[in-house]
């Protein structure tokens, strides 16, 4: 069972360049989630989705954008990466009021 | 004041200790409630999960909800080093999830 996949596991970026977190998962999963992790801040919410071809905005969502086109993917593009955005991002779905988490992208903008 | 509150720690006991885990939380509307373990440069793992008020036990963790006092327990017994991690606690209103900002436990073999 591969649950919630994600890639890259590692990335670094130079400030203005953009890229794309990808995000799979395979329980046939509805809702899916991207988080942001940083040291001592716990998890943010950037974006969200109820299912495919709709999403909304999190907590923080400024700097990145989503879409989902079929129920299993979730992709997160970041554009012109600031150093801000250097964080740890989890992609997570949801079933029974419970999340499921993928291993996690820390990304690294210099 | 924050949806969740959280002692980050960290915590440091010896091996074959009780350890308990705690969280606050202010909005009544919550339903369920988690507990994850997250080992360093990991993801969050789901370890256990409750449905409203009460105990539920799995082998050596048991989370508790209290649900009149806004409180949430989880008891690790008989603590491994295996335990060393980040715990976080969850809770849930319909699809939206709020997070503590963990507790870093240490079991020194």
């Known amino acids: 069972n591969a649950g919630v996949t994600q890639t890259p596991k590692f990335r670094i970026l130079k400030i203005g360049q953009s890229m794309t977190l990808q995000c799979t998962q395979d329980m046939n999963h509805n809702y899916m989630y991207w988080y942001r992790q940083d040291p001592g801040m716990g998890l943010k919410l950037i974006y969200y989705s109820v299912g495919a071809g709709i999403t909304d905005k999190g907590e923080v969502p400024n700097g990145y954008n989503v879409s989902r086109s079929t129920t299993e993917d979730f992709p997160l593009r970041l554009e012109l990466a600031a150093p801000s955005q250097t964080s740890v991002y989890f992609c997570?779905?949801?079933?029974?009021?419970?999340?499921?988490f993928g291993s996690g992208t820390q990304l690294s903008v210099l | 004041q924050k949806e969740v509150e959280q002692d980050p720690g960290p915590l440091s006991v010896p091996e074959g200790a009780i350890v308990s885990l705690n969280c606050t939380y202010s909005?009544?509307?919550?339903?369920?409630f988690m507990w994850y373990r997250q080992y360093s440069r990991k993801g969050p793992e789901l370890l256990m999960y409750?449905?409203?008020?009460g105990n539920k036990e799995d082998g050596r963790f048991t989370a508790q909800v209290d649900k009149s006092s806004k409180y949430i327990s989880l008891f690790i017994r008989d603590s491994q080093p295996s335990d060393s991690a980040t715990y976080l606690c969850?809770?849930?209103?319909?699809?939206?999830?709020?997070f503590g900002t963990g507790t870093s436990l240490t079991v020194i073999p």
């Open positions: 909005n009544s509307a919550f339903q369920y």
């Open positions: 969850a809770m849930s209103a319909g699809n939206q999830f709020y």
């Open positions: 997570a779905s949801s079933a029974s009021g419970s999340l499921f």
């Open positions: 409750t449905y409203s008020s």
